[in-house]
């Protein structure tokens, strides 16, 4: 697909462009005093892992998050930096659009600034209080993240899009939106129209360049 301009980028934040899973897992485990296997460390065993704790105590979990500086840990996704600084040079207008919730919204924006990335971007979406609707567990509904993410990259008018969660990256690409699906334990069963799965930030580069040419 060719564009008479150069793209909209819409970048999904956890385990895109900050290596999420890894610290957020783990710790929620020793918070509720479970112990992980090897293959648990991924958003594909979290629901189990999640339906074990009331949808309180995840709360209580998510301030204690904030409250004790937990996103700013976090390590930035190998060759992200490079691949953000090489599309704005090149004059691609890049977006983060995020499932985070908006009271995320200072911790994640110190944690890009810490990256050295909001000169690279221009807007930082994260998803409202209309994307927290609980579903039937109590726990947040995934539909208002996948909701919150079509919404803004139509707005928006995003072309490409880098994912790693299945649901959102089913419902853009149906949108029309090319995804470059970031290779993770918990997408593989995704196969479809629409999606190009990358293992680096080096093959999603190309892979944008490729089909905005």
């Given at each position: 697909?060719?564009?008479?301009?150069?793209?909209?980028?819409?970048?999904?934040?956890?385990?895109?462009?900050?290596?999420?899973?890894?610290?957020?897992?783990?710790?929620?485990?020793?918070?509720?005093?479970?112990?992980?296997?090897?293959?648990?460390?991924?958003?594909?065993?979290?629901?189990?892992?999640?339906?074990r704790v009331t949808a309180e105590d995840q709360e209580t979990f998510r301030g204690e998050l904030i409250r004790d500086g937990f996103w700013m840990t976090l390590q930035?996704?190998?060759?992200?930096?490079?691949?953000?600084?090489?599309?704005?040079?090149?004059?691609?207008?890049?977006?983060?659009i995020s499932g985070r919730a908006e009271r995320l919204r200072l911790p994640t924006e110190a944690w890009l600034n810490s990256q050295n990335l909001v000169p690279l971007l221009e807007g930082v979406c994260l998803k409202g209080r209309s994307g927290l609707k609980p579903?039937?567990?109590?726990?947040?509904?995934?539909?208002?993240?996948?909701?919150?993410?079509?919404?803004?990259?139509?707005?928006?008018?995003?072309?490409?899009?880098?994912e790693d969660e299945p649901l959102p990256a089913l419902a853009l690409a149906g949108r029309g939106i090319d995804v470059m699906l970031f290779d993770r334990p918990w997408n593989q069963h995704v196969n479809a129209a629409g999606i190009t799965r990358v293992r680096s930030w080096s093959e999603a580069t190309l892979a944008v360049l490729e089909r905005t040419a």
């Open positions: 697909m060719a564009f008479e301009t150069q793209a909209r980028v819409g970048i999904d934040l956890d385990d895109v462009l900050a290596e999420c899973a890894s610290s957020y897992i783990p710790r929620f485990a020793a918070r509720f005093g479970m112990t992980l296997e090897t293959n648990e460390v991924g958003w594909h065993a979290f629901d189990s892992l999640a339906a930035v996704c190998p060759g992200a930096t490079t691949a953000l600084r090489s599309l704005s040079a090149a004059g691609y207008s890049l977006f983060v579903s039937a567990s109590g726990r947040p509904n995934p539909q208002g993240m996948v909701d919150h993410k079509v919404r803004f990259a139509t707005e928006l008018g995003i072309q490409v899009f880098c």
